[in-house]
C-alpha cells in the first residue's frame, strides 16, 4: 500500500502545481518530487515553511523548463545542482539528484545522478530522506524514514560517523532535529558518533554554528537536546562557558525567545558575554542584546517597587530590564507573580525624553560649559529618584542653580 500525504495546501496551490509541471513538461512524469522538510513535517502534522524539490533533470534544464514555462529561474548553486524557482511570488528550492564525489567535513564535490537511492543514501537523517510526487504519494528509499518520522527517531543515513565527516555541521544538526522532531532518548550510535568527531567542529564557520545553535534554542522544549549536548562534549566545543543547568531550565518554561534561553547559558558578564558573541559571530542586534542585559542585571531585582523599575528601564532600556528580569525569575521560580507584574510594567511604559536642555539652563543664565552637563546630570537624577514627574521643571531646574550662583 503506497502513503499519500493528506491534503497539504502547499502540495495543491497552483504556485506548486506550476513548477512541477513545468519540470514534468521536461522530464516526463516522475522527473521531479518534494524531499525533505516539507514531506517530514507534512506526515507529522507540522506547519510547512519551504518546499524542496528533488528531480532527475540537470541545473540547466531545471531552468530552461522553469522559463519555458513563464516562471522566473534564479541559479542559486548551478555547480551544486541547484536552481530556485519563483511562483506565485513563493521560491521553490529545485535539486538535481546528487552523489558525493569528495568532501571536506564542510563542502562536497558532487556528481548528478538519476537515481533516488543513491540521492537518498547522502543525506543527513533517515526522516529528512522522504520524497513525495505531485500527487502526494510518498517514496521511503531508506525503508527507515516513515516509521522515524512517527516515532520522533532522529538516525542518520547509513554510518553517522560517515555521515559527520562529510559535514560537521551534522553534529548540531543532530541535536537541532532532536529538539524540534524528537521524542524520547537520542539514538545512541548518533550520540557516540558525536561525542567522537565533536572536535571537528572547529572547521565550521561561526555564523553556521550560531544559526544551528539559535535554531536550536528556538525549539519548543530544547532541554533534552541541550542536556545531550552538553553530555556528549558538544556544548563545550561551541559555547565552552555555557552551563545548562536549572537556571537554563527555568527560562525555557518561562519564554520562548532563543535569546533569553541563550542568556540563561551564561554567566552575566558583560565582558564575556561580549566575548563569546563575538566568537560566534551572533548578529549585531542579538550580541547588543545580551550584552545590555549583562550590565542590567545588577539593578534588577524581583522585588524592585514600580518606580525603581522604571529607574532602570530608563537608565538601561526597557528590553536589557525584561531580559534581567527573565534572569530573576529563573533563578527564583517562586518569584513568578513578581517577574510578570515587572515585565507587564516595562512592557506598557514608554520611555520619557529629558524634558530639560541647554536652552533652559541659557535662560537662567548658565552659559554653555562643563557647568551645563553637571547642572543637566543633577537635575535628571532627581527627576528619576521623583518617578520622571511631568511639571515643576523650571522651578527644579532653578533650584539647582541658585546655591551655584550665591
Not at 548553486?77 to 521560491?91: D, F, I, K, L, Q
Amino acid at each position: 500500500m503506497t502513503l499519500r500525504l493528506d491534503d497539504q495546501p502547499w502540495l495543491t496551490a497552483p504556485a506548486t502545481r506550476a513548477v512541477m509541471a513545468a519540470l514534468e513538461a521536461a522530464g516526463g512524469p516522475g522527473c521531479a518530487r518534494f524531499v525533505g522538510g516539507c514531506v517530514r513535517n507534512a506526515l507529522i502534522g507540522a506547519p510547512v515553511a519551504d518546499v524542496d524539490i528533488a528531480t532527475t533533470l540537470k541545473p540547466e534544464e531545471s531552468d530552461r523548463a522553469i522559463r519555458a514555462a513563464g516562471l522566473k529561474s534564479v541559479p542559486t548553486g548551478m555547480a551544486h545542482g541547484t536552481v530556485t524557482a519563483v511562483s506565485g511570488r513563493e521560491p521553490f528550492e529545485i535539486t538535481t539528484l546528487r552523489r558525493d564525489v569528495s568532501t571536506d567535513g564542510r563542502n562536497a564535490t558532487v556528481a548528478f545522478t538519476d537515481d533516488w537511492a543513491e540521492d537518498a543514501a547522502r543525506r543527513d537523517f533517515r526522516l529528512n530522506a522522504l520524497y513525495a510526487d505531485a500527487e502526494g504519494r510518498v517514496f521511503d528509499p531508506t525503508g527507515e524514514g516513515l516509521a522515524d518520522a512517527a516515532a520522533g527517531r532522529i538516525v542518520f543515513v547509513g554510518d553517522p560517523e560517515t555521515r559527520i565527516r562529510e559535514d560537521y555541521l551534522r553534529i548540531l544538526r543532530f541535536f537541532r532535529f532532536f529538539a524540534w522532531y524528537g521524542r524520547g532518548e537520542p539514538d545512541a550510535a548518533a550520540l557516540e558518533a558525536c561525542r567522537a568527531l565533536a572536535p571537528g567542529m572547529a572547521r565550521l564557520s561561526a555564523e553556521r554554528v550560531s544559526k544551528e545553535l539559535m535554531t536550536l534554542l528556538a525549539a519548543p522544549d530544547p532541554r533534552l537536546a541541550v542536556a545531550a549536548m552538553a553530555g556528549a562534549g558538544v556544548l563545550a566545543q561551541v559555547l565552552p562557558e555555557a552551563n545548562p543547568g536549572r537556571l537554563f531550565e527555568a527560562a525555557v518554561e518561562q519564554s520562548a525567545d532563543p535569546v533569553i534561553r541563550l542568556m540563561t547559558l551564561f554567566p552575566a558578564d558583560e565582558g564575556l558575554v561580549r566575548e563569546a558573541s563575538t566568537r560566534l559571530r551572533l548578529s549585531n542586534a542579538t550580541r547588543d542584546r545580551l550584552a545590555a542585559a549583562a550590565c542590567a542585571d545588577p539593578a534588577v531585582r524581583l522585588a524592585m517597587s514600580d518606580p525603581e523599575a522604571r529607574a532602570a528601564a530608563y537608565r538601561h532600556g526597557p528590553r536589557a530590564v525584561a531580559d534581567a528580569v527573565h534572569r530573576r525569575w529563573a533563578e527564583a521560580p517562586a518569584g513568578a507573580d513578581e517577574a510578570r507584574r515587572l515585565l507587564t510594567l516595562i512592557k506598557d511604559w514608554r520611555r520619557p525624553a529629558m524634558p530639560v536642555g541647554g536652552r533652559e539652563l541659557a535662560r537662567l543664565g548658565i552659559e554653555p560649559g562643563p557647568e551645563t552637563g553637571r547642572l543637566l546630570k543633577a537635575f535628571e537624577a532627581g527627576w528619576i529618584a521623583d518617578d520622571f514627574p511631568t511639571e515643576g521643571h523650571a522651578e527644579r531646574l532653578a533650584a539647582l542653580v541658585s546655591p551655584r550662583r550665591g
